[in-house]
């Protein structure tokens, strides 16, 4: 495929709003997009620097700036998130731009907040696909919001579940969210606590916005896959960081997770735990360059959404609009 920054350098960037991302979602390879990245990043080409916060003047809120430059595909860019103090509730959005590496023009700007439940999800995903046994039958997710049924999406045709359990305790009270589950796997099964929804599984999914842990790990009745995902808020974690030295820990990029995801930090400032005990990351797994886990323990996944992650799925959804321009 000849890179899209030669074919329409003189072309008019295109300005994707949710509704045209929502259209596009169901043909876009989310799982492929993110694999080759997390290949390409690998291989050295690709670049991942860390997310940086930028407070805005006045306590008038903040944004977080994800940058990435996949020059597999000749195309780098960021996606700016920001976070706006308004009466009553914050306005949260997020927009990527994609640019040529080619010409340094704009591709496309496009409104990033399904893109970025998508690639949350597909990241779990693919870490799934390389962590978890091939024997793997029970899955459990903790959550219930978008992104913890795009992660059931995203997960449910990797192994031969013969259950699916999920619990959140909005569930309880919201029937049609339960239903909305449901709908999405006949293996849904919805549990009314967390340690039900654990029990025996092989595979768990933590979905939350929590700050602070969402499962206490002698919950589970044998070794398995965990994955956290977390949430944006300062030292955000879904497990007890002191229980990181007795796991075996993996992540979606070593050099940059560390220092921001919230149960990593603590460990380090406070349980002497090192991120030289991580094992593996996306990049070494997907190149089959680090052992994968022999389940003698729990085995834990911790990603904070990259940059790339971003510019992965931006570029598939450019490709993806720029077939009838380039057919004209």
Known sequence: MNSLSETTRDESPFIVHEDDVRRALPSLDIHGALEDMFDALGGGDAAQPPQTLTPFPGGAGDFITYLGALAKHGVFGAKLSPYIVH?????????????????????MWCDAA????????????????????????????????????????HVAPLRAWSEIRIHSPRLVNDPERADEARALDARVRIAASVAECVRDADVVLLCTSSGTPVLALDALTKPALVTSISTNAARA?????????????????????????????????????????IRGDLPELVRGACLAPSFERNVFFRSIGLGLEDIAVAHALYVHLAKPRAAD
Do not use: F, K, N
């Open 87 to 107: 009466p009553g509730a914050p306005i949260v959005t997020a927009w990527t731009a994609l640019m040529s590496m080619r010409t340094g023009a704009p591709l």
């Open 114 to 153: 399904l893109l970025t439940t998508e690639r949350t999800a597909g990241t779990t995903a693919v870490a799934v696909a390389r962590l978890a046994r091939a024997s793997s039958e029970r899955l459990a997710i903790i959550g219930s919001g978008s992104v913890a049924l795009a992660h059931l999406r």
């Open 237 to 277: 974690h879904e497990i007890d960081p002191a229980a990181l030295s007795a796991l075996d820990v993996y992540c979606d990029y070593r050099q940059t997770t560390p220092s921001s995801a919230g149960e990593m930090v603590i460990a380090q400032e406070r349980h002497g735990w090192s991120p030289d005990a």
